[in-house]
């Protein structure tokens, strides 16, 4: 072997240990957020809402649940149609209560198009909905190099060295709106925290797996928090009278009611029903 050639396999070798040297003390970020204020109050809008309005709820209510479009869009952004899943899952398991009519999901398309009240009341207008949940976001992902990524400088370290470790935080928020008054009624919030391990081949598969993991960990988190905020929610408007609550036209009466009326009535009912069933 030639001095000349000694010399290059020597350097090439130097390099690739120092660039995997780098990738073990370096971090890389990347990321993705939404913000409710923002979405709301576009270029920095001075919020005009009436403190003496007393939001009114007719009851059935007519929902609907949407994303809050991030602030930028990159290869970090959960797709829509990964989005719109979540989404109906959370209607999937809202949609049965008694006091909620129907729950609609909006395109994300929609949200981009019309920022602001303005826009929402527009939205309101064309589904006929009551209030509206908004689900906010912030996610940071890290990968960062292991000390064994020290063997990423062969071809068969690369695909079987565990070398690089992947973390991602993830939170969402939910706001539930009344369309009305724009007061905000109630809020619930959702956080996951992942971390796994990969070679450097199945980096970026990895990583994109673990963040829609990452979102699908606080939303299920988030709809447990929502259905204690619910509870909390009937609780309050009882004892303060924050809100009204009363029934829509041939839905059960016209006087003021409270959601736990509505729900004993239903569970009342239900028992009437299979009392009648039994032999």
Known sequence: MSKATLSFLVLTFTALVTACSGFVKNEYRSGTSSSLVDFLYPGNEVPTIEQDQTPHLKLPLRV?????????????TLPENKKTQLLEQVKSEFSHLPYVNEITVIPEAYMRSRKGFDGLEQLSRLYSLDVIALVSFDQVAISSGRKSALLYWTIVGSYVVKGSQNSVNTFVDTAVIDMKTRKLLLRAPGVSELAKNSTLVELDKVSREIKEEGFEMAMVDMSQNLTQELQAFEERIKQDKSVEVSYRKGHGGGGSVSLMTLLALALLLALC???ANLP
């Open 64 to 76: 609907g649940l949407a994303f809050v479009p991030a602030k930028y869009s990159n290869r970090d």
């Open 273 to 275: 029903r299979r009392s």
